[in-house]
């Protein structure tokens, strides 16, 4: 996907990409290359694929919800900051927070935020489970484009979810996982409001994105330690 590709798919999806923020992504691509030879960030270090995989890819969440409209936004297990960061850059409006258990890669996200000079953000070192025990009920959107099962994701962020606001699973084909999910939902009182189901441009690989509703608050019991969570899934 070279620049103008990326220009006019996002176009496609709603999104109207300014100079300055064009001008983020590239040193953000340079940032993650750099620090990519000294630790393990991403298996993708081409330039077209990066902007195709990673920052297009993020930016899907328009297909399903209106970031504008909403303050708040957490990102799961956010590793190299997709898509929480790219989120940020086009969406200055939100305030982002980016959760990973890796201090590597929270001390390369901090490295990004400075030199791209974000405001409203900030990236923690924390295991999910932990984080959402001391964070409940706080964000207006949650994202994870994790590997976990949707029953484990659902477990770690529906307890950060607002009454009413939104998780968004970044997914390929994921049937079967929804079909697991169907009890975690239920004790997590949370909904499958839409299934959004496409093509990534170009490759023309299989994308699905989840828009889940959180409708009451989440029993103080979720989420459960790691282990038990490994053990025994909702």
């Not at 909904?191 to 959180?214: A, D, G, M």
């Amino acid at each position: 996907m070279n620049l103008n590709n990326f220009i006019s798919e996002l176009k496609k999806i709603n999104i109207e990409i300014k100079d300055i923020q064009l001008e983020q992504l590239n040193k953000y691509y340079e940032l993650l290359v750099e620090y990519n030879k000294v630790m393990n960030l991403t298996g993708i270090t081409e330039k077209e694929q990066v902007y195709l995989k990673h920052f297009y890819d993020s930016l899907t969440l328009t297909k399903v919800i209106d970031p504008t409209k909403e303050e708040t936004l957490c990102d799961v297990g956010t590793g190299a900051g997709f898509p929480g960061l790219v989120i940020k850059i086009l969406f200055p409006n939100l305030k982002v927070t980016l959760v990973d258990s890796l201090n590597k890669r929270i001390e390369f996200l901090k490295t990004v935020i400075r030199e791209l000079n974000l405001k409203d953000i900030e990236a923690i070192h924390a295991r999910a489970e932990e984080f959402a025990q001391t964070n409940r009920e706080k964000y207006d959107i949650v994202t994870s484009r994790a590997v976990a099962p949707l029953n484990i994701l659902l477990e770690y962020n529906i307890p950060l979810l607002k009454e009413n606001k939104y998780f968004i699973a970044y997914k390929g084909i994921i049937s079967q996982e929804i079909i697991n999910s169907e009890h975690a939902l239920k004790e997590l009182n949370a909904k499958v409001e839409k299934v959004e189901e496409f093509l990534l441009p170009i490759e023309q690989s299989n994308r699905t994105l989840l828009l889940i509703k959180k409708e009451k608050k989440t029993n103080k019991k979720y989420p459960r330690k790691n282990a038990d969570i490994k053990k025994k899934p909702l």
